[in-house]
């Protein structure tokens, strides 16, 4: 999962008020069982020592929400009076409602609450050109359309010898217009970091721009038939989605598994437990985060100062780096904060794969031995 959307949440110091509200239950008494829960998570900050402008502004942000129709839930997370991020959820929060006062954003959970939906550019594609459409786990929006050659497009009927010119133009045309989309959709991956590339269109069309695409590329591509506005290609292309997610899953931890046996010099490409992640965290060496957030070592206890970089073990660890204020964090917050800062991204692993987890929950792969 790319953690840049995260990246508001590490501008400013905390503590920080996270919150989890589930928004999945409408009725006609929502509005009034949404004002009892925006009081209830305002009481409880204050019960956990948060300031009065940070309790405001998250009972007001909660409030908000009593017209709400989401379907799943809301993350808020707020300090100094401000709600800084609002993502909406892709699951219900199990745990229903809750919030928490702490020096970091509890951002562990969200991760997994929006379901590692990857982001996904969906190409419509015809012979004159396509547009593209943006989805993520919270928005979709179209971003780009490509306009290419409008003249000729359509083959004559005739197999008359003469019109043999005027068709290769058609097929001239319709293979720079590929060239062209497939260059388009390129850049538009580049620029929104896609995971996944849905080509949408006519079997031709679709194959031609699939068959330009850069060869790092053509591995995140789907394909299929549906038209724009189709509720059946919504449910393919969010299958397309889920099918993604378990495959790279799959090879993450397959590569994790590899890369945490060392070499003959005894470096290993892959750590796990705190302490080595700690140390790879403080050398901006992870570049890819697995948490599995029901193992032990995600609610072990760190220190952290200011900045991403400066955590530890041990409190005495900090001042000898030379921090002179610190805090005791969650291991998992701390060390997804020194992935945002890091631009490295993070892998939720399922209970189900427990046995390829890393051991404890905490793993990275790293950028080097």
Known sequence: MDLA???????????????????????????????????????????????????????????????????????????????????????????GDWAEWAPLPRVAPLLELADQDPVCVVAYIDRKGADFELRTPWTREKVDTVSGRQYPVHRTATADWSERHFQLKVENTWEHNAVEIADALTVCQEETRADLLVLVGDDRERRAVHERLPRRLRGRVAEMERGAGSRLLDEEVEAARADHVRRRTEAELERFLAARAPDEEGR??????????????????????????????????????????????????????????????????????????????????????????????????????
């Open 268 to 369: 290993a490409g892959a750590v796990e437990g705190v302490p080595a992640l700690v140390e790879a965290a403080r050398e901006h060496r992870i570049d890819e985060l697995l948490i599995r957030p029901d193992g032990p070592d995600a609610h072990r206890e760190v220190w952290i100062g200011e900045d991403p970089d400066q955590l530890a073990v041990r409190r005495t660890e900090l001042k000898t780096l030379g921090e002179q204020h610190s805090w005791a964090a969650r291991a998992d917050d701390a060390l997804i904060r020194s992935a945002v800062a890091t631009d490295a991204s993070a892998l939720v692993v399922p209970s189900e794969a427990a046995e390829e987890a890393p051991v404890g929950g905490l793993g990275a792969l790293l950028r080097w031995k």
């Open 5 to 95: 959307f995260l990246h508001p949440l590490y501008e400013h110091s905390g503590p920080w008020a996270s919150v989890y509200v589930d928004t999945s239950r409408h009725t006609e008494n929502t509005p009034h069982e949404r004002h009892l829960t925006a009081a209830a998570m305002a009481r409880e900050l204050g019960r956990q020592g948060a300031d009065d402008a940070t309790r405001r502004a998250v009972e007001h942000a909660v409030e908000e929400l009593s017209h709400s129709s989401e379907p799943y839930g809301r993350a808020l997370f707020a300090r100094a009076g401000e709600v800084v991020l609002d993502p909406a959820l892709a699951a219900r929060p199990p745990q």
